[in-house]
């Protein structure tokens, strides 16, 4: 199956800080979801994204998939987007296969 | 509104039980999907149903048997709980399964099943 690697595993911001998340996908792929994890449990459905780009507020992500990777970048981080980051994607029945995460914490 | 929702938040048993674990979505999506997520955060899908027909069932223990009563509901029953059943179980759902049309085949997820087998 397609394989997701997600970079870098784990990441302490200053809050303020930039960051950027990358995912490497190992096939083409049809959906690539990028989802925060909250530390109730709750996974957030950030952005859809299987090619280019698109901004949400604070937080914008970009898809190269002719090169198999995407970019989330969180400007002015905040404490509220401590967490895990998750990229999945499918290239078939919409079967998503995740990476095993961007743990981020956010220190004030 | 919750969109997807499951019920229960949290599920403390023996091993040997039979348990049930249920979603609802409200969206007006025709596909629903069931992820199991381990200790380390891992996620991984099981089972996704189109319009009450299953379309993706992974490799799975058939202890694990999910039941689509209509679209807006997808339950998993689990047969003689084992240990290493305990998880975080997600309920999602999408418009469409099929790819590759647009944001259709956005999937939004439930606030998650924490199961725990003693």
């Known amino acids: 199956g397609i394989q997701v690697e997600q970079s870098p595993p784990d990441l302490i911001l200053q809050e303020g800080a930039n960051s950027t998340l990358r995912c490497n996908f190992s096939?083409?792929?049809?959906?690539l979801q990028w989802f925060h994890q909250n530390p109730w449990g709750q996974l957030i459905n950030l952005f859809y994204?299987?090619?280019g780009t698109k901004q949400n507020g604070r937080l914008s992500a970009t898809t190269v998939a002719t090169e198999r990777y995407s970019l989330l970048y969180i400007s002015s981080s905040q404490t509220t987007d401590s967490g895990v980051y998750f990229c999945?994607?499918?290239?078939?029945?919409?079967?998503?296969?995740f990476g095993k995460g961007n743990q981020v914490v956010v220190i004030p | 509104d919750t969109a997807v929702s499951q019920t229960p938040k949290y599920l403390v048993t023996q091993m040997g039980n039979d348990k049930s674990i249920k979603c609802e979505q409200n969206?007006?999506?025709?596909?629903m999907y069931w992820y199991k997520q381990d200790s380390k955060k891992f996620l991984k899908i099981m089972f996704s149903?189109?319009?009450?027909?299953?379309?993706i069932n992974e490799t799975v223990p058939n202890r694990f048997s999910p039941k689509s009563p209509d679209k807006a509901h997808l339950n998993l029953h689990i047969n003689s709980l084992e240990l290493g059943d305990s998880a975080v179980y997600f309920c999602?759902?999408?418009?469409?399964?099929?790819?590759?049309?647009?944001?259709?085949?956005?999937?939004?997820f439930g606030p998650g099943t924490r199961l725990t087998v003693l």
């Open positions: 999602a759902s999408s418009q469409d399964f099929r790819t590759s049309i647009g944001e259709a085949d956005t999937q939004y």
């Open positions: 994204i299987p090619s």
């Open positions: 969206l007006g999506h025709d596909t």
């Open positions: 999945a994607v499918s290239n078939g029945n919409n079967r998503l296969a």
């Open positions: 149903y189109n319009n009450k027909e299953l379309i």
């Open positions: 096939d083409s792929v049809n959906n």
